[in-house]
């Protein structure tokens, strides 16, 4: 079946750094576009970052761009994101996404906590 499962996330002082990991398996993870979103309480999900497939084109949200990195291992079929110079506003539920344009399959990870705090 298939599976999203993102680790890495914990506890980190603001100005620090985490990488976030989604290893996947069910389906054919090179042919997929891999995003990952954010949901902070009270507020909706949101798209951090995105990478496609093939190509390996990157893009990032506004608010990320510069600090965030987001690759690709398809040999592994794992996404990462590295995520530097961290600030508070970054906490929240990391959710790892796949996304196929072919078929319009759409599978999420359980989220993995990341939290910003002195």
């Known amino acids: 079946q298939v599976q999203l499962v993102e680790s890495g996330g914990g506890l980190v002082q603001p100005g620090g750094s985490l990488r976030l990991s989604c290893a996947a398996s069910g389906f054919t993870f090179s042919n997929y576009v891999m995003r990952w979103y954010r949901q902070a309480p009270g507020k909706e999900r949101e798209l951090v970052a995105g990478?496609?497939?093939?190509?390996?084109?990157?893009n990032y949200a506004g608010s990320v761009k510069g600090r965030f990195t987001i690759s690709r291992d398809n040999a592994k079929n794992t996404v990462y994101l590295q995520m530097n110079s961290l600030k508070s506003e970054d906490t929240a539920v990391y959710y790892c996404n796949a996304y196929s344009i072919w078929n319009r399959n759409d599978y999420w990870g359980q989220g993995t906590q990341v939290t910003v705090s002195s």
């Open positions: 990478i496609t497939s093939g190509s390996n084109i990157p």
